[in-house]
């Protein structure tokens, strides 16, 4: 197990995802806990996940997360989908840390569906591994459940902004069964996919309840600190984005270029590090 600095409540939280989807967790948890240091790091390298095999994307993650030991983080959060349904078991049982995942948020859809419609967009690695669909099997059998792979979906996003045309060309094809099986509640399985909330909901309309988990996260995130005894104790005011207690940083050679999207996404200009993992 690596060798851990000394941890205090001014430790940083550590937040990764294969590239910038997992802005959305980190902006949640800026805004549940904003007197606490994060590092994101966004493994642009090694992108997309989906694209790898369950251990290639362990042994990522495992990477990554004993970087983020080495830099002192009292707590990390895979703040991907795929990853943490291939990884999140094998961390925990390694790593003595707190570690969050992220996986979709079915139960409250469920709970919120007023007519048991139910729609998940997820990527593909996500929608065939066993962890969702033994989540489908747990809480799935008493609702009309539509679900949908998404591939290329999160390619495009990470793309500058001449991928615009595009995104609306593949959202139309993969939304389009979700207005004919008529749900009312959707899924976002994927953090990328939560910067195309406002396009999703113009889609299917306003009915339809678009749900995420990145709020659940926060509160979490919170709830294991607070465990541990490593949650700041006094707020700070005037956090934005761009404050010297947030750190980004990609494994990606083209800095310039995810700096800029990343830039886009979070509506203010960044600095972004970059750093080798291996």
């Known amino acids: 197990m690596p060798e851990q600095n000394a941890i205090t409540e001014n430790s940083p939280i550590g937040v990764f995802d294969s590239g910038v989807g997992g802005l959305s967790i980190l902006q949640a948890i800026a805004e549940q806990l904003p007197n606490e240091r994060l590092i994101y790091l966004a493994d642009t390298a090694f992108a997309p996940y989906g694209d790898r095999s369950d251990e290639q994307i362990i042994e990522r993650a495992f990477a990554i997360t004993a970087w983020m030991v080495e830099q002192g983080c009292k707590a990390v959060v895979v703040a991907c989908n795929t990853a943490t349904a291939a990884a999140i078991q094998a961390l925990r049982e390694h790593f003595s840390l707190p570690l969050i995942g992220v996986e979709p948020g079915l139960k ?62 593949l959202l139309a094809t993969y939304l389009e069964p979700m207005k004919r099986n008529a749900v009312d509640t959707l899924v976002l399985g994927c953090t990328h996919y939560i910067f195309l909330r406002e396009r999703i909901s113009d ?18 995130v919170e709830r294991q600190l607070i465990r541990t005894g490593q949650a700041v104790a006094k707020p700070t005011a005037g956090r934005t984005f761009n404050n010297p207690k947030l750190r980004y940083l990609t494994t990606g050679s083209d800095r310039e270029q995810i700096e800029s999207v990343m830039s886009t996404l979070l509506g203010t200009e960044i600095q972004l590090e970059r750093v080798e993992l291996d």
Do not use: W
């Open 203 to 220: 889609y299917l309309g306003q009915n339809v309840e678009i749900l995420d988990t990145a709020s659940a996260i926060a509160r979490e």
């Open 108 to 169: 409250p859809a469920i709970a919120h569906s007023p007519t048991g419609r139910v729609g998940v967009i997820a990527t593909s690695y996500t929608v065939r591994s066993e962890k969702f669909r033994r989540l489908v099997q747990m809480l799935a059998q008493d609702v009309v459940l539509t679900v949908q792979a998404c591939p290329g979906l999160v390619e495009t996003l990470e793309q500058p902004q001449e991928h615009e045309a595009k995104l609306d060309t």
